[in-house]
């Protein structure tokens, strides 16, 4: 089956009054559909810059990306975006936040409403609908943000450090939580994060950048032979440190 995402030989520089900073040299990878990839790699080496030439937000300076097989200029593909902060407005009302995507793409119809309800119910946010933001807890707010993203149907999720504003504990569950909400909804996701054990709890396949400019080191498939294969029983099985030592050797033998 073709890839829902294809990059090969992407490079980017950065161009200020100061000079050039190169920020990603000869990226090549792809992603199936339903596959949830994580990147890794140490801080300020081109992960949020590679995810903004995914999404659109800057042109690659050489390279090429395909998109269910076709040039990302001419592809239609519907790609979400879930940040570290949830940029959940207090003005709003959960339900009002979580239909701000759709509104802003003049999709809201009987159709997409019912849509939202059904995502509220489901994810058990349905009693807070006409709460504000303030009144959920870090982990409601996150699941705000995502049924929000969730909503557009995007074919393909990416997610930039979604989790790390939240305290460790809480990170923890809400990563696990949010990872299975994911997979539950078979989406594509491709999730950036610093966090080794969050990569390899939630992922089929972990990229593992350079230094800067990014390249890549090694890509680790991930495979648990786990009956049930959730974040939470990845943690407690024996194959998770194995992985885990794996990608924090490739990245130590990189700095
Ligand atoms: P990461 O997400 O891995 O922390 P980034 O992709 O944000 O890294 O940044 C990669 C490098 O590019 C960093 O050295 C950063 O300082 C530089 N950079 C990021 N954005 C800009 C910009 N708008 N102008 C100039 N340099 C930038």
Redesign the pocket.
Known sequence: MEPILELKNINYA?H?LEGE?K?LTDISFSIAAGEFVALV?P???????LLSIISGLLEPEEGLIKMNGKDWKESTMNIGYMLQHDHLFEWRTVYSNILLGLEIQHMLSAKTRAKANELLELYGLKQFANSKPSELSGGMRQRAALIRTLVLEPDLLLLDEPFSALDYQTRLSVGDDIGQIIRNAHKTALL?THDLSEAVSLADRVIILTN?PAHISKIVPVTFTLEKDTPLLRRNAPEFKNYFNIIWGELNQNE
């Open positions: 950065y200020t900073t920020a790699g801080s300020g080496c081109g992960k949020s810059t950036v800067r």
